[in-house]
């Protein structure tokens, strides 16, 4: 007997899901909440967004939302996937300067959450803080082909590296820039056209 769908509130969703993987059910709970089947996720009992390419649980219930983060261009196929959220974009920051050195990376989810793991140390010692964590962030965004786009800046003292990591499939146009200060700053990359 296949499961039963509900709302977040608990109302029961009336939709035939006779169907072999969660991909094809998504779609017919979109259709019967007539929106976009890019928006809608369902997620199992315990929580996590089951996958696109996953077989239909065999459980009573699952729950089906509605993602208003989620840009048009953004893939139906829950493709790319980090602790069982959908991952929207990753930014690495790098810092060096008289007071250390740091390096981080938060990933950005399409529900508007984000999680962040990094490496730090200051002038007293090192101090690791989710060092795997930060090496797995980054090999994951790079399996998944995700697009970088960097961004130097430098001034007396110090420098820094931001680089936004996008998926393939994000339209947004990028220019290549140059900008200096009157205080020795000097910024040179890549940033989203206006």
Known sequence: MPPIVRLPSGEPLCVDLSVACVGEARKHVAKALDLPAGTVRLLSPDGPVLGDSEQLPQTEELTAV???????????????????????????????????????????????????????????????????????????????????????????????????????EDPADWESFTSMTGAGRVQKGERRRQ
């Open 66 to 168: 509605a993602l208003s983060g989620v840009p048009p261009w953004y893939p139906e196929a829950s493709e790319y996937l980090h602790q069982g959220r959908e991952v929207l974009r990753a930014v690495e920051e790098q810092y060096a300067g008289r007071g250390g050195w740091e390096k981080k990376v938060d990933i950005h989810y399409t529900d508007g959450t984000s999680s962040s793991f990094g490496v730090w140390r200051s002038g007293g010692g090192e101090a690791l803080r989710s060092e795997r964590q930060y090496m797995e962030a980054l090999e994951l965004m790079e399996s998944w082909g995700f697009v970088p786009h960097a961004l130097e800046s430098k001034w007396p003292g110090g420098r820094s590296l931001r680089r936004e990591l996008v998926p393939i």
